[in-house]
């Protein structure tokens, strides 16, 4: 770190490593066998010279890391592969309980709410979370409601999924649970994301209605005991940095890593 601190993965396996930064920390230098050492801010800006593949970066976030993720996805769509974000926030005036701001306070708003940015979901396949009975549900609904409100239209396939012809989005909403991942939502959220980073673009989705028939196949093979819950939630080589665990967090997945 900055100070020079030094701070150690508290999880490693062959495919991903965590580290949990202490609050506060603006800036870290990650130090590889494989790579000299390289600055990187909160959210991996110099990720070509970290030998990471730009286009296999996945951000993903829950709870205020899934407001950071809606925050920093949808303001630099350009930046991810695909982003997920579980809960957290979108907008503050409801979430804050803030019924009058000052006229300035009101303005700069729009530079830092998610909501305002919805449109840029069309840019990167995004998947937006929430549990049925938790508030920060509000999130991703906020998030729909606009794109519904720019024109997108959603067609709601059961209870727990909105789908769209015209985006690679998916909205989930995980059954009769609180604050946390639903483990049906999470194995759809993974499918979407696995199939949006497939290397051979003839398997990727070349359409918006594929994510329906992909999520239909799901549900089908869940019900019928075809689906095992470990095969399909899995996701490919993340290395997970978590920023601010004990206040905002920021989680970025990175797909792939240069030899």
Do not use: C
């Not at 949990?20 to 800006?45: C, K, N």
């Not at 951000?59 to 925050?71: P, V």
């Not at 769509?77 to 009101?106: C, D, F, H």
């Not at 999470?186 to 499918?191: C, G, I, P, Q």
């Amino acid at each position: 770190m900055a100070n020079g601190r030094t701070v150690n993965p508290v999880f490693s396996d062959s495919n991903r490593v965590i580290f949990v930064l202490p609050r506060g920390a603006s800036e870290v230098r990650l130090v590889s066998r494989a790579q000299a050492p390289t600055e990187a801010r909160p959210w991996l800006g110099d990720q070509r010279r970290l030998g990471v593949r730009v286009k296999r970066i996945v951000l993903r976030g829950f709870s205020m890391g899934g407001a950071s993720s809606w925050h920093l996805g949808l303001h630099h769509p350009g930046m991810w592969a695909a982003v997920e974000a579980g809960a957290g926030y979108t907008e503050t005036r409801r979430y804050g309980k803030r019924e009058s701001l000052p006229p300035y306070q009101e303005a700069m708003l729009h530079y830092y709410d998610a909501v305002d940015y919805s449109l840029n979901a069309f840019n990167t396949p995004t998947v937006g979370y929430g549990g049925e009975i938790d508030a920060q549900l509000q999130a991703s609904v906020n998030i729909r409601e606009q794109l519904t409100a720019e024109g997108f239209r959603f067609q709601q396939d059961g209870p727990f999924r909105w789908v769209t012809s015209d985006l690679r989005t998916l909205f989930l909403i995980g059954p009769k649970t609180a604050h946390s991942w639903h483990t049906e939502s999470r194995a759809e959220s993974n499918v979407f994301i696995n199939k949006a980073l497939e290397k051979d673009r003839e398997l990727r989705y070349q359409h918006a209605a594929d994510i329906r028939a992909d999520l239909k196949r799901l549900k089908r093979d869940t019900e019928s005991g075809k689906v095992v819950a470990g095969n399909a939630a899995q996701v490919p080589a993340p290395l997970t940095i978590v920023r601010g665990s004990l206040a905002r967090v920021l989680v970025a997945s990175i797909g792939t890593i240069l030899p």
